[in-house]
């Protein structure tokens, strides 16, 4: 892949706004009312140097300001060009269409029309204009199966719909004025046209080539929609709809929640029985049953896409190893804030690349080429990104006739009657006394717009009207799959969806047996053993739906005994008593938190000293909390030679705990606001307000950790003066699930360890003893020190134990005839080590527990019983890859470069011959060994230490020989 990044050349004053590829050209439209044309094949050329960067040249640009400015009008960027698009004409020929809020324009025959270098120049004409400058375009979209081009426009609320044949209107859909349109989706198949809407609402329309509509499903408050038009297609295979920036469909109904049951995979897309719990996630609707979530995009917290464009290709790639061949989408997104440009592969459901931040400034637009191989992109400080890939990076093309084999999957919609007048099929009513009737977008009947779950004769008499609709196509239905006649009545608190019923086959024809449905679908849901029900088979697993009950008490209940009375509990030895000036703040954001920490007490002076040097002492002082008697935060050098004051400050707030890094002072007050201090004095940043008190202030070398009361992490990088990573959280280590209680809330583990290494990375022991350390570049929490491998690794330290010592020492003595023990005494042996430390507190923690019997019982009972025999070794191989990958996480190269060398030993021993291979052949990287460094060394020095401990081994010498002669050291071996 290649990246071509070629400023455009604009003023600061105007931007690109959208992007379109016709025949090979790239068409840009800018604020300033310019269309400017570019070779595709010339960017992608250079993109790969195939002709120098100075060569590239626009091939011509056309100013529209004056032909798209709409008179009288004074609303600031409203008369900016901000949408292109292009349909195919009756010539045969494409027609380009761009415009602005509230005027569109076209050209037929576009390129010969719109080059400058052609003398004869028609004027464009006008396909819209608005009558009103308070009505503005929010969309354009063009459908190349039903030739039809969709204007959706606010304010008046209407979807217009016209022929780019003829460019006349053919219809268009009302909305009510509560519903404004922003965003529309066109679907390959041509057959449904979907509508984001600014009341969070999703709706699906059928469109046939006329004109006519029927409105098929709605999805409310689905999508978090701001007065912004957010650019989106759907895959060519049409197999699922497309959602950004997506809301957590939790309900209290039941009918809502058990959907997620029912996830299954469908056209070769993954499932996702999980729903967003965001509203910032993309999520893809299966396109049969726009219920179900099948695949979800996990974004990073902090890009809220705005763009998602589809590959107009679907790709193919063999897998060699497993000699199957993969079909799979590719998309791009981008946020409205971030620069960055995401690729992802919908098969794996993971990025392909990540562009971060890519460009300072937002994307404001993504096209692919027509063949797949290139995206262009565009920010909004002008600069064109090219994105150029080879065939190989993305896979083979599928044949168009494949493709539409694809489609041809996908379930048919019934045909729509053709169009006809509406104003009679309007005088249809349904009556309702409590909800005020609205028109429906479908098909002109009247319904509430009131949503009732508990109604039933709305749903009712609107089955009554559409049943009577649609009896005479109930032929035409029997080859699609039956529905449960349950699943109707989850829709009847919205618009009745008439492609449900009609999917029916069992529905039966004469009048009599449709009043039986209306009465059917007006009763309680029937058991799942009535006839009259209809279900679906479900091939995935089932899951659990989350509970949402609130504790009936947010207090602890003291303990009864069997006679009712309350058990006291036993009074531990009072501590000497301290001068608090206060119990704190009582904040109701804290009370009903997730998580919940202690903070410390407000003392009346203490006094704080570095590790690193304990001639630095910081001393505060605190006053009132207030102007009248300010906290006094004093820096004094205690040295033998010279004692001095080096730096005071007030602070109108209490003080209530310290840190110290490198070159810097931090405090942090009983209200959530942290000031940091350089050794003289200054200050670095202004105050930190973090709403909340802190529980832990931590820092080592140049960074500063903070975990507020209610479980919020941040580590600062103070030497850049900005945060290392996102805002994290310490609530997936408390065990949530395991401290679910149905009445009262209950307690989790303490944290006992809460700080950061001189890397940045924050470390986190837990009461149980487990140690965790939080990953940057999985933006998640890793596992270190685990209790369960003292019971069964040979490798777990527990030396400092003298009761196990000698049991530790003896497992390691018969085991070991290669040297493995002494190189596990070296890295046992590491004082600096943080894995040595973690698993001490795991130690300790056992011990203080009394769990430490426990490691006698598992030597005599689990490993004598069947199935069990070679539990030990499994363990210590697992304990030492974990140790292995956090060395190399934590950047401890040289108890990296042991523990590799012992463990490659210790499965040589084992004859585990395919595990030894792959860690060679991850040490050899394809041949680049040189200058590729792994743990602070270079790969082939790794690779060297490890074959020449494993040489002596006889039974994977074969393995170890190929590696040598490939790196050139066979004739030291021979």
């Known amino acids: ?118 003398k004869i120049k028609p004027k464009p004409k006008v396909l819209y204009q608005g009558k009103k400058l308070s009505s503005t375009v929010t969309d354009v979209k063009y459908d190349p199966k039903l030739n039809i081009i ?97 809301i957590s469909a939790h309900s209290t109904d039941e009918n809502a929640t058990n959907n997620v049951k029912n996830n299954s995979t469908n056209n070769n897309s993954q499932t996702n029985a ?45 897998n060699t190893k497993k000699n199957t061949r993969t079909r799979y989408n590719l998309l791009a997104t981008s946020g409205s804030k971030e620069g960055t440009i995401v690729v992802w592969n919908t098969k794996r459901v993971k990025p392909l690349f990540n562009a971060l931040k890519v460009s300072d400034s937002p994307i404001n637009d993504i096209i692919w080429a027509d063949d797949g191989l290139t995206i262009f992109a565009v920010s909004n400080d002008n600069v064109l990104y090219n994105f150029a890939f080879q065939h190989a990076d993305l896979g083979e093309a599928l044949p168009a006739s494949e493709v539409e084999s694809l489609l041809n999957k996908n379930i048919l919609l019934p045909e729509l009657e053709d169009l006809v007048d509406k104003s009679a099929a309007a005088k249809i009513k349904v009556e309702n006394n ?43 239905n029997k080859s699609r799959a039956d529905l449960s006649v349950e699943q109707n009545l989850v829709e009847s608190s919205q618009t009745m969806p008439v492609n449900k019923i009609q999917e029916n086959s069992n529905l039966p024809k004469d009048q009599d047996a449709k009043k039986n449905v209306i009465n059917n679908l007006s009763k309680k849901p029937q058991k799942k053993n009535d006839s009259q029900t209809v279900t679906l088979k479900n091939s995935s697993m089932d899951f659990n739906s989350p509970a949402y009950n609130v504790p009936k008490d947010l207090r602890r209940k003291p303990k009864e005994d069997a006679n009712g009375e309350i058990i006291k509990k036993r009074q531990k030895k009072d501590l000497e008593s301290m001068d608090f000036l206060d119990n704190g703040l009582l904040l109701s954001n804290v009370s009903f938190s997730r998580v919940r920490l202690g903070t410390p007490k407000i003392r009346a002076s203490f006094e704080y000293s570095p590790v690193s040097n304990k001639n630095l002492v910081l001393d505060v002082k605190n006053g009132t909390g207030n102007e009248q ?96 990573f996102p805002c994290t959280t310490i609530y997936p280590l408390l065990n949530p699930s395991l401290r679910y209680s149905d009445d009262i809330l209950t307690r989790a583990e303490n944290i006992t360890v809460c700080c950061v290494t001189d890397k940045g990375i924050p470390l986190v022991t837990l009461s149980n003893g487990d140690g965790y350390m939080f990953d940057r570049d999985m933006e998640t929490w890793a596992l270190i020190s685990d209790g369960w491998w003292a019971y069964g690794s040979q490798y777990w330290d527990m030396t400092n134990q003298t009761n196990f010592s000698s049991l530790k020492t003896n497992k390691l003595d018969k085991t070991d005839n290669s040297g493995a023990s002494e190189i ?88 585990y011959v395919d595990r030894l291979n792959d860690v060679l052949q ?31 081994i006889r039974q994977i010498q074969r393995i170890t020989t190929s590696y040598a002669s490939a790196i050139g050291i066979i004739k030291d071996i021979v």
């Open 1 to 118: 892949m290649k990246l071509l990044k070629y400023p455009i050349g604009i003023s600061n004053t105007s931007s690109v706004n959208a992007l379109d590829s016709i025949d090979g050209k790239l068409v840009l439209i800018r604020d300033d009312g310019n269309m400017v044309v570019w070779s595709q094949q010339k960017l992608i050329d250079a993109a790969f140097d195939r002709i120098d960067i100075g060569e590239l040249s626009e091939d011509f640009s056309l100013d529209l300001s004056e032909i798209i400015t709409v008179k009288n009008t004074n609303h600031v960027g409203y008369n900016n060009l901000k949408y292109i698009t292009h349909c195919e004409n009756s010539k045969g020929t494409k027609t380009l269409i761009v415009g602005s809020y509230y005027k569109l324009i076209y050209y037929e025959d576009w390129y010969n029309n719109c080059n400058p270098a052609n």
């Open 150 to 246: 969709f204007i959706l426009i606010n304010n008046k609320n209407k979807v217009l719909l016209f022929s780019s044949k003829t460019m006349k209107k053919l219809s268009e859909i009302t909305f009510v004025d509560a519903i404004q349109p922003i965003t529309g989706i066109v679907d390959p198949m041509g057959q449904i046209f979907t509508v984001l809407s600014l009341d969070q609402s999703v709706r699906f329309y059928q469109i046939k080539s006329d004109g006519n509509y029927k409105l098929i499903k709605t999805l409310q408050k689905k999508v978090n929609i701001y007065p912004l038009n957010y650019k989106i297609n759907m895959p060519p295979s049409a197999n699922f709809y497309p959602l950004i920036n997506y």
């Open 274 to 318: 999980h729903l967003p719990t965001s509203s910032d996630s993309t999520v893809f609707l299966d396109r049969n049953d726009t219920s179900k979530v099948i695949t979800t995009l996990v974004t990073p917290p902090f890009l809220k896409n705005t763009v998602l464009k589809f590959s107009p290709i679907i790709y193919d790639k063999l």
């Open 434 to 476: 409590d909800s005020k009737n609205i028109k429906s977008e479908n098909s002109g009947v009247l319904i509430s717009d009131k949503t009732d779950d508990s109604s039933t004769d709305l749903a009712t008499k609107t089955l009554s009207t559409e049943v009577s609709s649609i009896t005479k196509s109930q032929e035409e």
């Open 629 to 724: 008697k300010p906290t006094i935060i004093t820096l004094n050098s205690k040295a033998k030679e010279t004692s001095k004051q080096i730096f005071k400050d007030f602070i109108p707030k209490f003080v209530t705990i310290c840190a110290a890094g490198d070159f810097f002072w931090a405090c942090a007050t009983e209200d959530g606001i942290i000031y940091v201090y350089s050794d003289s004095g200054k200050r670095m940043l202004p105050p930190l307000v973090l709403g909340v008190p802190c529980s832990f202030l931590e820092a080592s070398s140049k960074y500063l950790l903070c975990v507020t009361c209610i479980g919020e992490l941040y580590c600062w990088d103070l030497e850049q003066l900005k945060l290392s």
């Open 824 to 911: 596990m005494q070296l890295i046992n042996n590491e004082t600096d080590s943080i894995v040595n430390y973690m698993e001490r507190k795991t130690n300790d923690e056992l011990i203080r527990k009394g769990r430490i019997k426990n490691l006698q019982r598992f030597a005599r009972t689990i490993l004598m019983k069947e199935g069990f025999e070679n539990i030990e070794e499994i363990v210590t191989l697992s304990h030492l890859e974990n140790r292995i990958l956090v060395t190399l996480k934590l950047e401890e190269s040289k108890e990296f470069s042991r523990l590799l060398v012992l463990y490659c030993l210790r499965i040589s021993e084992l004859g």
């Open 922 to 952: 991850w040490l050899y990287n394809g041949g680049d060994i040189e200058n590729s460094k792994l743990g602070g060394e270079t790969r082939k020095t790794l690779l060297e230490s490890v074959l020449a401990a494993c040489s002596d």
